[in-house]
């Protein structure tokens, strides 16, 4: 039997995002493909546990390299500069201390320092995973974009997590041949209890930023009241634009129906109390939030944007998609499902049927499996021992 393979995953720092949360779920399944993994962090996060219980850090082998303390928001170019000529000669000796086969990054930054290196003399292949619309509104700038489009460029392969967004990066100079689009996942809540009648309780999640739209939500919130809907609206996430959408919730007059209930540690389970998913992001580069509704049997309403409602949602089926900036559309979806339970319970249904179908987490880190081996130019072993022991584990 052949050795497993060894896969180091970096990531800037450990936070409550998608990608930490994909990146987490993907490391505890892959050592059932014969795939030893390490964690390693570049910036070192404040202890948290709750973000700790939500990424299994206790399963998973995690080196931070502490370059530096991460702190939140945009610290500038030079901040980012400074911090990567630190991270590259240490990353540069742990990756000669594990020896990999395959170093997978997720999150630009981490990309940009692994690609950096001279990969030729320490010994090992390339992955990048991008997460995001190349102008979505979190990573704007010239020069962030740029770097994005390098990653990806460079990189032996790359894997991004929608059509949409696969086709965007090999217009960018990405080369196809090397790319495969590999859908993010949600882990499937055992049980989804039947939603019972009551005023409909609609749900959004993700961060307080400008990206994500909330604002727009609130606005067409404020529309469905004046047509006489009944409905709640709860807003799951923390940010920096918490002020002004809190003033916008008084000036609307939507503080009884509206409430920002800020960070959740455990996403699945606030949706399983919700009634109907709306998604009002300007961009995403696949929306997990929309396959971890799906996953909780909830019928979705999107904006179709760019990248990811159009490729999880069956409009009519699974949920609505609504023309991007819509407003009267999405007020009229929302009233659509809100005033219909039948639709509710089919909608969700069917888009729990297809999460499990399409966004499972085994299926994801099965199709991985494949890029890390084929990266590698190594060949899974089909037989003998499939659970393979991470080596400092072993006796």
Known sequence: MGRPLRLLAVLPTLAPGGAEVQMAELLRGLPDHGIECELVTLLSSRPDEDLARRL????????????????????????ALTNLRRARPRLAAHIRAARPDVVYT???????????????RLG????????????????RGRVKRLLRRWVVAQADRWVAPTRGLHDELVRGGARAARGRVIHNATPLPERVAARVDRVPRLAAMGRLVPAKGFDRLLDAAAALRDR???FTLEIAG?????????????????????????????????????????????????????AEAMACGLPAVAYDIAYGPNELILPGHTGLLVPDGDQAGMTDALAALATDPERRRAFGAAGRARAEAQFSVAGMTAQFAEVFFQAAGLTPDRGGERNVRNYWERA
């Open 56 to 79: 299994h850090l206790s399963e998973l082998r995690h080196t931070d390299l502490a370059v530096a303390e991460h702190l939140p928001g945009n610290q500038g170019l030079r901040h």
């Open 238 to 290: 923390e940010g920096p634009e918490r002020a002004a959408l809190e003033r916008q919730i008084v000036a609307l007059g939507l503080g009884d129906r509206v409430r920002l209930v800020g960070y959740v540690a455990s996403p699945l389970a606030f949706l399983l109390e919700q009634d109907v998913f709306v998604l009002s992001s300007r961009s995403e580069g696949f929306a997990n939030v929309l």
């Open 228 to 230: 006489g809907v009944p």
């Open 106 to 120: 997720r999150l630009w930054y981490a990309g940009v320092v692994v690609g950096s290196l001279n990969r030729r």
């Open 124 to 139: 090992f292949r390339h992955v990048a995973n991008e997460e995001n619309a190349l102008d979505n509104l979190d990573d």
